[in-house]
C-alpha cells in the first residue's frame, strides 16, 4: 500500500495510515522528519495535471473566447479567502474607474460567492454591465484559463503554485497568515 501526502505536516490520519504502509510519498524534502519510518518515505513532489504542461496561449484564449486585452485571473482557494475577495471587489472599482484596461476572471470561492456580489456592487460595479469581469464560484477550466491569463493573482498554496510553474504563467503569490508551522 502506499499513501501521498501533499503538504509539508503530516495529518493524523496519513500518520496512521503511513505505520501500515509500504511506502509513503511526500511532496516536499520537509515532510520525511515528521515520519516514524523515513526509511519508507520518497520525496516525489507535488504531481500536477498535463493540461498545465500542454496548452498554448492563443489555442486557450480562443477556446474561452478572450480579445486581444490583457488577461488577469485571480482566485484564492476553493473555498475563498475573505480578504482577499474584499480587496479584488476594490479592484474591480478601479478598473471601471480606468475604462476597463483588461479582462479580469475572479473564483471567488464557495465561502465568498454568498457575499461577494453585493461586495462588489457596494463598490460602484454593475456586473451585468460590465463584459470585461468574470465572476464566479470556481473556474472549472483552470488549465485553460491559466494558458489564456497574461497574469494569475493567487494564494501560494502549494498546489496553486506548482499548477502556475507548469503553466509558466507569470504571477502574483500572496501567502496565507493560516497554515500549519507558518
Not at 100 to 107: E, M
Not at 137 to 155: F, G, H, K, L, Q
Request: charged residues 20%.
Amino acid at each position: 500500500t502506499c499513501v501521498h501526502e501533499s503538504n509539508a505536516l503530516p495529518g493524523i490520519t496519513t500518520k496512521l495510515a503511513a505505520n501500515k504502509a509500504s511506502r509513503v510519498l511526500v511532496a516536499f524534502e520537509e515532510s520525511v522528519k515528521h515520519y516514524k519510518h523515513p526509511e519508507k518515505v520518497e520525496v516525489v513532489g507535488m504531481p500536477v495535471r498535463k493540461e498545465f504542461l500542454s496548452l498554448n496561449r492563443d489555442a486557450a484564449s480562443r477556446e474561452v473566447g478572450l480579445d486581444q486585452r490583457p488577461v488577469v485571473v485571480s482566485a484564492f482557494g476553493s473555498q475563498g479567502a475573505r480578504a482577499m475577495n474584499e480587496l479584488t471587489a476594490k479592484l474591480f472599482a478601479l478598473e471601471q474607474k480606468n475604462g476597463f484596461p483588461f479582462r479580469h476572471i475572479h473564483a471567488v470561492g464557495s465561502y465568498g460567492w454568498s457575499w461577494m456580489p453585493e461586495r462588489v456592487k457596494e463598490q460602484g460595479v454593475d456586473l451585468e454591465k460590465c463584459p470585461t469581469i468574470q465572476m464566479q464560484e470556481y473556474i472549472y477550466n483552470m488549465p485553460t484559463i491559466m494558458a489564456a491569463a497574461d497574469v494569475i493573482i493567487s494564494r501560494a498554496g502549494a498546489s496553486s503554485c506548482s499548477e502556475i510553474a507548469a503553466s509558466g504563467t507569470p504571477c502574483v503569490l500572496i501567502p496565507s497568515p493560516n497554515v500549519t508551522d507558518n
